[in-house]
């Protein structure tokens, strides 16, 4: 299985881009990584998703390394609303989908 | 579309008594599952099921029991309820079971107290 590290907290300037960074140095050349956010006491949300290439939808942009051990999700315009656990998960084969304890992003006024 | 609906929205239990805990989705999806999430261990899988009429154990499922008999629900019990059982839960969805590129969907939860 691969395996997630992610800082626990960050803090970003709202309208400002919020980076959040995630390390998956063992992941396989098979497996997905995902990014979920969880606002206080709902339920995670899914935000995007990728194999090898950067990836944008209307949420947020996805940065994979070359090498694949590392990537970054990117809010372009961070707002209040965007303040949440976001979770960094690599794929695992089934229907196993591990989360570990994310990134607490703060934006701030 | 509703998505993922779960009842209750919270409930307060007495040690050893019976509770299930319901989950309904409206997407047709083929594949669900069942997660208790606690306070700095993240979200952990219970139980899911690829298809109507399968089930199999997740990371956690001692305690727990589920069952499947259509596509639409997808019910947690737990036969005799413990303190250490008192979490959120989740349910989710998703259209494939075991395809890295299926994406789960998230009901909004049960926030369940065993005393």
């Known amino acids: 299985d691969a395996k997630t590290t992610q800082p626990p907290s960050m803090d970003c300037a709202e309208g400002r881009a919020a980076n959040l960074p995630c390390n998956h140095s063992?992941?396989?050349?098979?497996?997905?990584v995902y990014w979920y956010r969880q606002i206080h006491s709902q339920g995670p949300q899914y935000i995007i998703h990728?194999?090898?290439n950067n990836e944008t939808n209307e949420m947020a942009s996805l940065i994979i390394t070359e090498d694949r051990k590392s990537s970054t999700l990117i809010l372009p315009h961070a707002t209040l609303r965007d303040t949440a656990v976001y979770y960094c998960i690599v794929r695992l084969d089934g229907s196993d989908m591990r989360f570990g304890a994310g990134t607490r992003l703060t934006v701030k006024p | 579309i509703a998505g993922i609906t779960q009842a209750p929205t919270s409930q307060i239990l007495a040690a050893g008594r019976r509770m299930t805990l319901r989950c309904t989705q409206d997407m047709r999806h083929n594949a669900m599952y069942w997660y208790r999430q606690d306070l700095g261990l993240g979200l952990r899988l219970i139980h899911y099921s690829n298809t109507a009429g399968t089930t199999g154990k997740g990371e956690v499922p001692d305690g727990y029991s589920v069952s499947r008999a259509n596509t639409d629900d997808f019910p947690l019990t737990l036969a005799s309820a413990v303190p250490s059982q008192t979490s959120v839960y989740f349910c989710?969805?998703?259209?494939?079971?075991?395809?890295?590129?299926?994406?789960?969907?998230f009901g909004p939860g049960t926030r369940l107290t065993v005393l």
């Open positions: 990728g194999l090898k």
């Open positions: 063992t992941i396989s050349g098979n497996e997905y």
């Open positions: 989710a969805s998703s259209t494939l079971a075991g395809v890295s590129t299926d994406t789960q969907y």
